[in-house]
């Protein structure tokens, strides 16, 4: 299947500080790709890299282009959306308003209102609240809400950070198979951040371990689970 992200020897920067030192990797196109890595690895700069908030050096190219050193909106354009950690959403807005925000670069007025719809569908517990305030959610519903309204975007490739992030493995365990069905259903692929490397490899295709700034280990995720460093560090076993 074609790559439709290559980064390679991606290089970041806070200030002075360097905090990826070079990594290289890829995601085909209708994959799951899980980033793994302890605290400060390097994980959530990644991300942040990919939607141009950080200084890099490096190339990044999504479906062909280039697109490292673009603006936030035009990468937002070309179809990749985050859903950062902390989630980002709009606390005093409603859940159906934090919805139409995601949508809002889109001309597509119709279908923008069917993809309302098609999210209620996936998470029908945001439809029973549509009209409530999203600071007010649950943890999950909010975690919920997060990932729709990046996918009324009706991005190519969504970039999620940590979303089983204080959640407990039920309510986790519910959104990732809900992500599975996305994944093969909408036709968007998913770069996936995650601490909890169980959870992430079961839902995964590939996965990449980050060490520090840089990528130490990648595969399948069965043989990524198999390694027995992964094991006694990250899976507990
Ligand atoms: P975590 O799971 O804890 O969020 P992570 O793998 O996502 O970890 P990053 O958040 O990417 O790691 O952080 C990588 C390194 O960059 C850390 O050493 C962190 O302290 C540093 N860092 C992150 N954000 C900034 C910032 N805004 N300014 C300076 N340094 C930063």
């Not at 190339?59 to 959306?81: H, K, P, Q, W, Y």
């Not at 590939?206 to 094991?231: F, M, P, W």
């Amino acid at each position: 299947m074609a790559a439709l992200l290559e980064v390679s020897r991606l290089q970041a920067n806070y200030g002075p500080t360097r905090v990826l030192h070079g990594i290289d990797f890829a995601l085909e196109d209708g994959s799951i790709t899980a980033l793994l890595g302890a605290n400060g690895a390097g994980k959530t700069t990644t991300l942040r890299a990919l939607c141009g908030m950080v200084q890099t050096a490096g190339e990044i190219r999504f479906g062909g282009t280039r697109i490292d050193g673009r603006a936030t909106e035009d990468i937002v354009r070309l179809g990749i959306a985050h859903v950062p950690d902390g989630r980002g959403t709009f606390a005093n807005f409603s859940v159906e308003e934090n919805l139409r925000l995601g949508a809002y670069v889109r001309k597509d007025k119709r279908a923008v209102e069917r993809d309302f719809e098609c999210m209620y569908s996936y998470f029908p517990r945001l439809k029973e609240r549509s009209h409530q305030q999203a600071g007010t959610l649950s943890g999950g519903e909010q975690q919920m809400l997060a990932i729709s309204r990046a996918l009324m975007l009706r991005p190519r490739l969504l970039l999620l950070d940590e979303p089983s992030f204080g959640l407990a493995p039920i309510i986790v365990r519910e959104i990732f198979e809900i992500m599975r069905a996305i994944n093969q259903h909408e036709k968007v692929s998913i770069l996936l951040v995650e601490q909890n490397a169980a959870m992430a490899l079961d839902l995964a295709d590939h996965a990449y371990l980050i060490e520090t700034g840089r990528v130490v280990l990648s595969g399948s995720a069965g043989k990524i689970k198999q390694n027995d460093a992964v094991r006694r560090s990250y899976l507990g076993y």
